[in-house]
């Protein structure tokens, strides 16, 4: 009979073969927000204050003269503290 032990690696080694992969970086921002609203919906504050400072890193950036580059009147509003 197999030893418990074994069943768990196996278990751990299976997990590890279906991990997901993001291909883009609006796949990561969707789970990140994702993962925000559930940790808030729980009441879980340090988790997501934790998953805020990662959303706000994995947003892109504009830099240099791009930043000085004035909104156009079609773009989506800026997001606010909400997020």
Request: charged content about 30%; proline content about 6%; aromatic content about 4%.
């Amino acid at each position: 009979m197999p030893r418990l032990s074994h069943h768990l690696f196996q278990a751990v080694a299976a997990g590890r073969r279906l991990r997901w992969l993001p291909s883009n970086r609006e796949q990561v921002l969707a789970r990140l927000l994702v993962k925000r609203a559930e940790a808030r919906q729980a009441g879980l504050e340090s988790l997501e204050a934790s998953l805020r400072e990662q959303i706000a890193w994995s947003l892109p950036m504009r830099r240099g003269s791009e930043a000085a580059m004035p909104a156009h009147d079609d773009e989506a509003p800026a997001l606010d503290d909400r997020l």
